[in-house]
C-alpha cells in the first residue's frame, strides 16, 4: 500500500510540468494485476483531491489520474467512484473550487455519465 500511495503522490505532484501518462499507467497496472484494490488507490486520490485549501495543480494531476483509472481499470474503479461518498465529495470539490479545477470536475463529469450511460451495477 505504501509504494501506491507513493506512486500517487509521485503522479500527482505539483512539481510536474503535465500530466504523467507512464505513471498514470503504473497504477492502472497495478489494480488491473491484482497487486491492489480499486478502492485503495482511490482512497489515495480522495486524499490527494478533497484536501481543503489543495493546489489546484495537485487537484488537477489528480483529476487526470481518476480520469485515466476509470477508463482503465473498469467497475473496481468506477463503482468506488459512483458511490454515493464519493460523489458527495466531488460536489463539495466542485462547488467550492474555482476554474479550471471547476470546469475539469465537471467535463469528466459530462464525459463519464455519456461513456457509461445505460450501466448498472447488474450489468457490470
Known amino acids: 500500500m505504501a509504494s501506491v500511495k507513493a506512486l500517487v503522490k509521485q503522479a500527482t505532484t505539483k512539481t510536474l510540468l503535465e500530466a504523467n501518462d507512464s505513471l498514470?499507467?503504473?497504477v492502472s497496472q497495478k489494480i488491473n494485476?491484482?497487486?491492489?484494490?480499486?478502492?485503495?488507490?482511490?482512497?489515495?486520490?480522495?486524499?490527494?483531491?478533497?484536501?481543503?485549501?489543495?493546489?489546484?495543480?495537485?487537484?488537477?494531476?489528480?483529476?487526470?489520474?481518476?480520469?485515466h483509472l476509470m477508463l482503465e481499470c473498469g467497475?473496481?474503479?468506477?463503482?468506488?467512484?459512483?458511490?454515493r461518498s464519493f460523489?458527495?465529495?466531488?460536489?463539495?470539490?466542485?462547488t467550492?473550487?474555482?476554474?479550471?479545477?471547476?470546469?475539469?470536475?465537471?467535463?469528466?463529469?459530462w464525459e463519464w455519465a455519456v461513456d457509461f450511460k445505460g450501466y448498472t451495477r447488474a450489468s457490470r
Open 24 to 26: 498514470n499507467t503504473q
Open 33 to 67: 494485476n491484482g497487486q491492489v484494490s480499486g478502492e485503495a488507490v482511490v482512497q489515495q486520490i480522495q486524499s490527494r483531491m478533497f484536501k481543503r485549501q489543495q493546489n489546484p495543480v495537485i487537484v488537477l494531476y489528480t483529476l487526470d489520474l481518476l480520469d
Open 75 to 83: 467497475g473496481t474503479v468506477q463503482s468506488v467512484v459512483a458511490s
Open 87 to 94: 460523489m458527495r465529495d466531488f460536489r463539495k470539490l466542485v
Open 96 to 109: 467550492r473550487s474555482k476554474d479550471p479545477v471547476k470546469s475539469k470536475c465537471l467535463r469528466l463529469l
